[in-house]
């Protein structure tokens, strides 16, 4: 069975500061797709970024960037110039490319962002 | 186009007593899962179905159940409730092939 985890049960950042949140996994698979999402206190899962674990290159979304690495089974998410709004939980979570829609979730760092 | 709609947003139940979720998916959207959030145990999956059949299925009691509609919308129920079944139920849906899956803004049931 996969798992997440996510060792960082809190971080805070500096407005305007750059913040990394941590993420292993552990999988037999070599096909799968690595997530974060967000969850502000609103409590609606919002998507941030994804990865495709047969892509070499990290993928970026604004702000936010992951550092993948395959072989060490790692997934980090950095978010660059750290606003009010980015202030939430994050979850890393895991699926399978042949498991359907099947997430496995880490437990979510929650990340304070001060002004 | 309109997002996964879950409801009711809150229930109170209280134990022994049977309870039903709703969620609509996004239109064209077959697949829906469903999943358990707790401060304890995190986000756990509790199953999937795509084109009205289970296709995944989580590690929960069978008092969890669930069914899709031909239009896509499912319903989970659980039957004989009992205090840890107190949680955030959120309902996610995906177009087949594609890599999001988008989520619904969740029931929160309570069970006293």
């Known amino acids: 069975a996969q798992t997440v985890t996510q060792s960082q049960p809190e971080m805070s950042v500096q407005e305007a500061e750059t913040v990394t949140l941590s993420c292993t996994y552990d999988?037999?698979?070599?096909?799968?797709?690595l997530f974060w999402y967000k969850q502000p206190p609103s409590r609606q899962m919002i998507l941030v970024i994804r990865?495709?674990?047969?892509?070499?290159q990290n993928a970026t979304e604004n702000r936010f960037s992951v550092n993948f690495q395959k072989a060490a089974k790692s997934f980090s998410l950095k978010i660059s110039d750290s606003q009010l709004g980015d202030a939430a939980m994050y979850f890393c979570?895991?699926?399978?490319?042949?498991?359907?829609?099947?997430?496995?979730f880490g437990e979510g760092t929650q990340l304070t962002v001060n002004p | 186009k309109a997002g996964v709609t879950q409801t009711p947003r809150y229930l109170i139940k209280t134990r022994g007593q049977q309870v039903t979720l709703s969620c609509s998916p996004i239109?064209?959207?077959?697949?829906v899962s469903w999943y358990q959030q707790t401060p304890g145990q995190g986000l756990q999956f509790l199953f999937e179905?795509?084109?009205?059949?289970?296709?995944n299925k989580g590690n929960f009691p069978g008092r969890f159940s669930g069914r899709q509609f031909s239009n896509s919308r499912s319903e989970m129920n659980v039957s004989t409730l009992e205090l840890g079944d107190s949680a955030l139920y959120l309902c996610?849906?995906?177009?087949?092939?594609?890599?999001?899956?988008?989520f619904g803004p969740g029931t929160r049931l309570t069970v006293l």
């Open positions: 996610a849906s995906r177009y087949n092939g594609a890599y999001e899956q988008f």
């Open positions: 999988t037999s698979e070599s096909d799968y797709y």
């Open positions: 990865q495709e674990a047969y892509k070499q």
């Open positions: 979570a895991y699926r399978s490319a042949t498991s359907g829609s099947r997430l496995t």
């Open positions: 239109s064209g959207h077959r697949s």
């Open positions: 179905y795509f084109s009205e059949t289970q296709r």
